[in-house]
């Protein structure tokens, strides 16, 4: 019974929390993933040894934790990956113009 009111009054914090803000982040997407696994699988392996509630917890706390370093290397190489592609971009654009200009001086050249 207690972990029926544990449950009714942490939910509707998680919905209001959770619909407040944009789009979730990487590193917040690994976070809720790990968090609803871990607590699927300690609520499981805490029903075994007859005490759910307490596997539920434990296993969420861990699957948050480990979700959020994932998710965070994850968020953190999805940066890497768009910062090299902006310097791509760069330097695809300053090749252009050379070319451009190269083209440029070649007719000057020729008149």
Do not use: Y
């Amino acid at each position: 019974m207690r972990q029926a009111w544990t449950i009714a009054l942490i939910f509707p914090v998680f919905i209001a929390v959770g619909c407040s803000g944009g789009s979730l982040m990487t590193r917040e997407k690994g976070a809720g993933i790990g968090a609803l696994g871990g607590a699927a699988v300690g609520g499981i392996v805490g029903a075994a040894v007859g005490h759910p509630g307490a596997g539920a917890g434990i296993g969420g706390a861990l699957g948050l934790g480990s979700g959020l370093l994932i998710g965070d290397q994850l968020q953190g190489q999805e940066q890497r990956q768009a910062d090299q592609q902006q310097q791509i971009n760069s330097n695809q654009a300053g090749l252009n113009r050379q070319r451009r200009e190269l083209e440029r001086l070649k007719q000057q050249a020729e008149n």
